[in-house]
């Protein structure tokens, strides 16, 4: 099977990241029913490419926290990133844009979303929307949406 391309993901090139350092790429999740891919590095973007490797669009979590673990919607209408502050990032995959976030840390008292801390795995449900999360203490969390 021939390589069709090749994508290094420097999170210093998106928006709002100071320091242009390479970091491991968590998942590359293709997207149903497009020709794209969605490259999830552990950094606060995630990048929408072509099988050719363009760069379609970045999406960010609007801050310093880095994506821990990724999914997608069966219809690949949206992507789940769960961060390191323990909050479910969900990204409209067309609009390529934030449109919720779910179990965010308290901005007065800094209290983390979710206990249990950070997730390994996040699952998407073939059928309906909810999303569970396997926590790294081994529990599980299922959110709908």
């Known amino acids: 099977m021939p390589c069709l391309g090749s994508v290094r993901c420097r999170p210093g090139q998106a928006p709002g990241l100071a320091a242009l350092r390479e ?83 308290d901005a007065a008292t800094g209290a983390k979303g979710s206990k249990g801390g950070e997730a390994l795995q996040l699952v998407h449900h073939p059928t309906r929307n909810v999303v569970s999360a396997v926590l790294r203490d081994g529990s599980v969390r299922i959110y709908e949406y």
């Open 23 to 105: 970091v491991p790429v968590l998942a590359v999740l293709p997207v149903p029913r497009t020709e794209y891919f969605a490259v999830v590095p552990r950094s606060s973007s995630v990048y929408l490419i072509t099988s050719a490797g363009q760069l379609v669009a970045s999406m960010g979590t609007g801050g310093s926290c880095d994506t821990v673990a990724a999914c997608l919607s069966p219809s690949g209408r949206y992507l789940y990133c769960a961060g390191e502050d323990q909050a479910l990032y969900v990204f409209d995959v067309k609009l390529a844009q934030l449109e919720k976030l779910i179990g965010a840390p």
